[in-house]
């Protein structure tokens, strides 16, 4: 049961932007992570994204374990971001949502969640989930893409909702999203964010829109 959202039950103000980037990229083949976008890698695109946003709490950001994580680690080594190791990327997404949580500081009040593979969210965008957030304080905001409203990351949730991404598997909390979702704050972002790069031909069309313009 979620608390009553009166403002002394509220969770602190600190609102921390988690970068879900520990994805093994089975269908493109390579580290989608690393692919390059006009000379920087997807990964940081994405996540200059949300460092630009500001978040109160900072930019926390899952990577897997070992060698590709030292390299994604490596591509955003000059953003001021912090890092958490996902050790077990091949449990699918829910495993980085718990990471993700597990790494948060103390203190924190939310997290917004992103995925790494979708560069084309923008800064502004990531602001306004954030926004939406410091005026409601709502348990969630979550992000709908175009005139068919497709439910999509950026998704933000509040601290105490934190304890119920226990369910397993290759998806997102979407058991919690329809338990709670009366109480939501919506964002509408346009369909052209929603692209994302799983295949060879998603990895040439972000290129050719990252060389041509938006």
Known sequence: MLPADAPESRPPARTVGVILASGLSRRLGQPKQLVLLAGQALIWHATRAMLEAAPSGGVLVVTPS???????????????????ENPQPELGISESFRVGIAALPTGTGAASFALGDMPLVSTQMQRAVLEAYETTRAPMVLARFGPQGVRAPPHLFRADLFG????????????????????????????????????????????AIFEHGF
Do not use: C, K, N, Y
């Open 164 to 207: 119920h991404f226990g369910q397993p598997g290759d998806h997102g909390p979407r058991h919690l999203i329809e338990q709670f979702r009366d109480r939501a704050v919506w964002v509408d972002l346009p369909a052209s964010a929603l692209r994302d790069l799983d295949t060879p031909e998603d990895a040439r069309a972000m290129q």
């Open 66 to 84: 070992g060698e590709l994580g030292g390299r994604i680690r490596a591509a955003l080594g000059e953003l001021d971001v912090r890092f958490a």
